[in-house]
T-cell receptor
Framework: GIQVEQSPPDLILQEGANSTLRCNFSDSVNNLQWFHQNPWGQLINLFYIPSGTKQNGRLSATTVATERYSLLYISSSQTTDSGVYFCAVPNTGTASKLTFGTGTRLQVTL | DAGVIQSPRHEVTEMGQEVTLRCKPISGHNSLFWYRQTMMRGLELLIYFNNNVPIDDSGMPEDRFSAKMPNASFSTLKIQPSEPRDSAVYFC???????????FGNGTRLTVT
């Protein structure tokens, strides 16, 4: 099946700093989603981004499908950004069986 | 919209007991997914439905697991009999259609002793 790798695995930031999270995938995909799992375990869909760039407040995401990667940018980080960030892509040949990366664990400190 | 609603939030049971997890998807969403999350294996897709019909159950670990979707607003995941290794957080998610953005419920944390 498709392989999804995320980097870095762990990240500690001071409040106000910016960061870039990366997601590499091993096969061509027709959609990609970014999720945030907060410290209470809730999984929130941040972006549905098959290609191009999208922005939502302090967060933005870019997917370059031809080069098989996506980036999640967090600007002016806040403590509420802490948690685990996952990217997910469909298994090869399907639209809905998502394979999740192992995540980037982010801790934002005061 | 209330989002995807799961119940119970926590379930503690003894080995051998039957466990039933419940899910109400977002109104109007045609696809429903059951996931399991553990530290060792991360997020795993167990089964998904489209228009109430099971499409792929290849992720269901054993015959002890079964899922139903009797109508567009309700689904259950049943484990019978439960075992300690079934302990995990079980998430239900829904989307408007196949290949669309996925929205998760808050999960059910299952502990089997």
């Amino acid at each position: 099946g498709i392989q999804v790798e995320q980097s870095p695995p762990d990240l500690i930031l001071q409040e106000g700093a910016n960061s870039t999270l990366r997601c590499n995938f091993s096969d061509s995909v027709n959609n990609l989603q970014w999720f945030h799992q907060n410290p209470w375990g809730q999984l929130i869909n941040l972006f549905y981004i098959p290609s191009g760039t999208k922005q939502n407040g302090r967060l933005s995401a870019t997917t370059v499908a031809t080069e098989r990667y996506s980036l999640l940018y967090i600007s002016s980080s806040q403590t509420t950004d802490s948690g685990v960030y996952f990217c997910a892509v469909p298994n090869t040949g399907t639209a809905s069986k998502l394979t999740f990366g192992t995540g980037t664990r982010l801790q934002v400190t005061l | 919209d209330a989002g995807v609603i799961q119940s119970p939030r926590h379930e503690v049971t003894e080995m051998g007991q039957e466990v039933t997890l419940r899910c109400k998807p977002i109104s109007g969403h045609n696809s429903l997914f059951w996931y399991r999350q553990t530290m060792m294996r991360g997020l795993e897709l167990l089964i998904y439905f489209n228009n109430n019909v099971p499409i792929d159950d290849s992720g269901m670990p054993e015959d002890r697991f079964s899922a139903k979707m009797p109508n567009a607003s309700f689904s259950t995941l049943k484990i019978q009999p439960s075992e300690p290794r079934d302990s995990a957080v079980y998430f239900c998610a829904s989307s408007p259609g196949l290949g669309s953005p996925l929205h998760f419920g808050n999960g059910t944390r299952l502990t089997v002793t």
